[in-house]
């Protein structure tokens, strides 16, 4: 079996400020992991994503997220808030194909 | 490329009527799937297709049903609508050639109302 939370529903930043949205997973074995973002009514995109390799993944928009094992984590942080970064945001656990789990989501809040 | 399209954007039923919501992928991607959407429950699975002719059950199928014809088209059939189908609903595609580490590839939603 296999679970995804999100530890924050929402999460308010001043402009300029750092981001940290939190995830922790559960599986019993290897996953890969993903962040999906998705702006009002819109679909959702990939900013980035774990598959084993470097356990720091870079993804698009200065957005980066830390793959620790030890501690079941895959925090997605960015060093500084921008306007257009506020969106809700998806971590997602892949297993497999009928094994894909979405955490609940974590809505961005950006303050000018 | 226009990526992955559905159709309706937005669609009323009443209880009991039947629908099929449309999604078609030109990236040559052999999987493709379905999700609904609901506030506070993230995305759930409701089927899923790896290639054409064969598709298969996600968490939430009851309801639901899909064939998969061409590599292009994964139309979703709503049998007899129920308010409980209403949610937003998001079609997904994938290369496939791995399964957990693809990244997937979401359409722009249709907007399910059952009154």
């Known amino acids: 079996a296999q679970s995804v939370t999100q530890l924050d529903s929402h999460v308010s930043v001043s402009e300029g400020t750092p981001v940290l949205l939190r995830c922790n997973y559960s599986s019993s074995y290897s996953p890969s992991l993903f962040w999906y973002v998705q702006h009002p009514n819109k679909g959702l995109q990939l900013l980035l994503k774990?598959?084993?390799?470097?356990?720091l993944v870079k993804g698009i928009n200065g957005f980066e997220a830390e793959f620790k094992k030890s501690e079941t984590s895959f925090h997605l942080t960015k060093p500084s808030a921008h306007m257009s970064d506020a969106a809700e945001y998806f971590c997602v656990v892949n297993g497999g194909y009928q094994k894909v789990t979405f955490g609940t989501g974590t809505k961005l809040q950006v303050i000018p | 490329n226009a990526g992955v399209t559905q159709t309706p954007k937005f669609q009323v039923l009443k209880t009991g009527q039947s629908m099929t919501l449309q999604c078609a992928q030109d990236m040559n991607h052999e999987y493709m799937s379905w999700y609904r959407q609901d506030p506070g429950m993230g995305l759930r699975l409701i089927h899923y297709?790896?290639?054409?002719?064969?598709?298969d059950q996600g968490e939430v199928p009851n309801g639901y049903n899909v064939s998969r014809s061409t590599t292009e088209d994964f139309p979703l059939r709503l049998l007899s609508a129920a308010p409980s189908q209403t949610s937003v609903y998001f079609c997904?595609?994938?290369?496939?050639?791995?399964?957990?580490?693809?990244?997937?590839?979401f359409g722009p939603g249709t907007r399910l109302t059952v009154l």
């Open positions: 774990y598959t084993s390799a470097a356990t």
């Open positions: 297709s790896v290639g054409a002719g064969i598709t």
């Open positions: 997904a595609s994938s290369i496939g050639t791995s399964g957990y580490t693809d990244t997937q590839y």
